[in-house]
C-alpha cells in the first residue's frame, strides 16, 4: 500500500488551498500584451493554446518568472466573454487561480457556503497526465478556478504547447505577495466575511481611513490570507474625502470592483527597480523630502539610500524588521491595475508608514487625468 503526504494541513473542514496556481488576465491583445510583460518585466514565455493548437476562439500566452505564472488571454470574435470583458473592463485581472489537493471538493465546500458558481468541475487530459479544475466567483466579474494536478506533467495546463518567446533577462522578481481587490462603497466587510465564510481565510491585517487618509484620497483595508498564509488578499473600499478616492476612480474606470495591484516579490529591489526602469516601466514618483528624515526614522538600514532617494524607494516597518516598496503607475491606459515592487526584511507590512506620502503621489496622478 502507498501513501501519500498532503501539503496542505488545513482542517478537514476548510478548502486545502497550498497557495496561487496562477494570474489570469484578460486582454485586448495578448501577443502585444505578451510582448510588454516579456520586455518591460521580464517574464518570459514558456506556453501558448491558440488557433494552431486547435483552439477556434481565443489566444493564451503562459509567462514565468520563477514562481509567478501569468496567463494572458484575449479573443478572436467579438461574440465572446472575453471581448465582453475587455469592453466592459479594459485589460484586467479575470482569475486569480488557487493550486488545491481536491478540486471537487474546493468548489462542492465553496458553493455550499455562497459562492456562485461559474463553471462546474471539469477534467482537461492530454499525454502529459491530467488536471481538475472548477471556477467560482468573487467581487465584480473576477474568479477564482480551483487547479488540482495531480502531478500533471505538462507545460501549464492540457491544450497548451511549450513555446518559447523573446531571451529576456529576469528582473529578479521572484512571487506574488499580495494581491489586492478593490470593491465599491461599504462592501468590504461582505467580501472579508465572503473569503473568511467561503474559503476559510483568516484576519490579518486592517487599515482604517485614519492611517490611510490624505486630504482627499481616503480608503480603508482588511487583508485576509489562507491557512498557511501563502496568500494574502487585501480589500479596499473607497472612503469619504474631500474630493475622490482612488478607490472610487478605480472603480470608475474598471467598471466595477476588481484587482487593483499584484505586489511581486524581489530579493534586490535596487536591482531589479534599476532593471525596470531601464526597461521604460514607470513609477510612481516620490517626493525628495521623504528621505530628509529616513536614515534618523530607520536605523539599520542596510540600503544605500542616496540609492533609494534615486529610485523613489519607499521604506516601511514594524515590530519584525522592515520592507522597500514601489507602485508601478497603471499598466493600462484606464487608471486601474498597476504593480507593487517589494523586498521584505523580516517586516509583515503592507507599507502603512507610506501610505500618506504614497497616496499624496497617487494624488498627482489622478489630478493630471482630471480624477480628482
Ligand atoms: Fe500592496
Known amino acids: 500500500m502507498t501513501t501519500s503526504t498532503p501539503l496542505s494541513t488545513a482542517p478537514a473542514d476548510l478548502i486545502a488551498i497550498n497557495g496561487t496556481d496562477h494570474v489570469e488576465f484578460w ?3 495578448a501577443k502585444q500584451a505578451a510582448y510588454f510583460y516579456q520586455k518591460a518585466f521580464g517574464f518570459q514565455i514558456v506556453a501558448y493554446a491558440g488557433p494552431e493548437t486547435g483552439v477556434r476562439d481565443r489566444a493564451s500566452y503562459v509567462l514565468q518568472q520563477n514562481k509567478i505564472r501569468f496567463v494572458l488571454t484575449t479573443a478572436l470574435v467579438a461574440d465572446h466573454p472575453v471581448s465582453k470583458h475587455v469592453l466592459d473592463h479594459g485589460d484586467g485581472v479575470r482569475d486569480v487561480a ?3 489537493e481536491d478540486a471537487v471538493k474546493a468548489f462542492q465546500l465553496a458553493t455550499a457556503r455562497g459562492a456562485r458558481t461559474v463553471r462546474e468541475p471539469f477534467v482537461l487530459e492530454d499525454a502529459h497526465g491530467k488536471v481538475t479544475l472548477a471556477t467560482v466567483a468573487t467581487y465584480g466579474d473576477t474568479v477564482h478556478t480551483f487547479v488540482q494536478r495531480d502531478g500533471y506533467e505538462g507545460v501549464f495546463l492540457p491544450g497548451f504547447v511549450p513555446r518559447q518567446g523573446l531571451d529576456v533577462p529576469s528582473t529578479g522578481l521572484a512571487y506574488v505577495d499580495h494581491l489586492v481587490g478593490n ?3 461599504n462592501e468590504m466587510n461582505t467580501w472579508v466575511e465572503f473569503y473568511q465564510t ?5 484576519h490579518f491585517a486592517n487599515f482604517d481611513d485614519k492611517d490611510i487618509s490624505t486630504e482627499y484620497s481616503a480608503l480603508r483595508s482588511v487583508v485576509v490570507a489562507n491557512h498557511n498564509e501563502r496568500i494574502k488578499l487585501p480589500l479596499n473600499e473607497p472612503a469619504e474625502g474631500k474630493k475622490k478616492s482612488q478607490i472610487e476612480e478605480y472603480i470608475q474606470a474598471y467598471g466595477g470592483p476588481g484587482v487593483q495591484h499584484l505586489a511581486l516579490v524581489t530579493p534586490d529591489i535596487v536591482d531589479t527597480v534599476r532593471k525596470l526602469k531601464a526597461n521604460g516601466v514607470e ?3 516620490t517626493p525628495d523630502s521623504y528621505y530628509d528624515s529616513l536614515a534618523q526614522r530607520f536605523e539599520g538600514l542596510e540600503e544605500n539610500l542616496d540609492e533609494l532617494k534615486e529610485l523613489g524607494i519607499l521604506v516601511d516597518r514594524d ?7 514601489l507602485f508601478t503607475k497603471p499598466l493600462e491606459d484606464r487608471p486601474t491595475l498597476f504593480f507593487e515592487i517589494i523586498q521584505r526584511k523580516g517586516s509583515e507590512s503592507f507599507g502603512k508608514g507610506n ?3 504614497l497616496f499624496e503621489s497617487i494624488e498627482r496622478e489622478q489630478d493630471l487625468r482630471g480624477n480628482l
Open 283 to 285: 513609477f510612481l514618483s
Open 355 to 357: 501610505f500618506k506620502a
Open 98 to 100: 488557487f493550486w488545491v
Open 27 to 29: 486582454v485586448g491583445n
Open 319 to 325: 515590530d519584525k524588521g522592515y520592507m522597500l516598496q
Open 183 to 185: 470593491v465599491g462603497w
Open 198 to 202: 467561503v474559503f476559510g481565510f483568516h
